[in-house]
């Protein structure tokens, strides 16, 4: 079976300050995906990220940045020096390369809230 | 990647009556795939549909109240069916994307009184 999990329900921060939100995943495919999904209160899906099971080099952009280990399953994924515009629900997700037509599971979701 | 055109954006419907959402896709697509999001929670996948075959459904989730349409690659409608207000949601389409990447559509958010 494939699981999504992300413990932190939700988060505040003051402006300015790094955030770190968690995603643990399982999964039995040695091959899968995972996926980090941004969803402001407006409810579209904004792709942030996609990284292979094969490629465990963590990954920058701009204040973005992923850790990903394959040894603890984990997926983290850090905001820097947060802004008010972050402030969103932040979806982990997971793909195995052949499970049940390529559907996605998803976390059940971290709420970020910046505060000024 | 793909652009998805979802409608409508948002609606407030009475019950006992139908809803049926579209998403349209700039190009080709095997498989498209429904997802609901209830108030407060994460996405759960309705269905997944191929072109030219019934759609597959997930637990929970039967045809009778959800059925789906795919006349061709690039067109798909998912019908909410004899509605309550148990099935307001945000109702999101999404296509598989090139290198296993994925599109959602803009979502349609029900409300039904």
């Known amino acids: 079976a494939q699981k999504v999990t992300q413990a932190q329900t939700e988060i505040s921060v003051v402006e300015k300050e790094d955030v770190t939100l968690d995603c643990v995943y399982e999964t039995r495919d040695t091959t899968y995906y995972l996926f980090w999904y941004k969803q402001p209160p407006s409810g579209e899906l904004v792709f942030l990220i996609r990284r292979n099971s094969f490629d465990e080099q963590n990954e920058i952009s701009g204040r973005y940045s992923w850790n990903f280990q394959k040894s603890t399953s984990s997926f983290n994924f850090t905001i820097t020096a947060s802004q008010v515009v972050d402030s969103a629900v932040y979806f982990c997700?997971?793909?195995?390369?052949?499970?049940?037509?390529?559907?996605?599971?998803f976390g059940q979701g971290t709420e970020l809230s910046v505060k000024p | 990647s793909a652009v998805i055109s979802q409608k409508p954006s948002r609606d407030i419907c009475q019950r006992g009556t139908s809803l049926t959402i579209q998403c349209q896709v700039d190009?080709?697509?095997?498989?498209m795939f429904w997802y609901r999001q209830q108030p407060g929670q994460s996405l759960t996948l309705i269905a997944t549909?191929?072109?030219?075959?019934?759609?597959?459904?997930e637990s929970g989730f039967v045809i009778d109240k959800f059925p789906i349409s795919r006349p061709n690659l690039t067109f798909s409608t998912l019908t909410v069916s004899n509605m309550s207000p148990e099935d307001s949601s945000i109702y999101l389409c999404?296509?598989?994307?090139?290198?296993?990447?994925?599109?959602f559509g803009s979502g349609t958010r029900l409300t039904v009184v």
């Open positions: 549909a191929n072109q030219g075959s019934e759609a597959t459904y």
């Open positions: 997700a997971l793909r195995g390369a052949y499970n049940q037509g390529g559907k996605l599971i």
């Open positions: 190009s080709q697509v095997t498989m």
């Open positions: 999404s296509v598989a994307a090139a290198n296993y990447g994925y599109t």
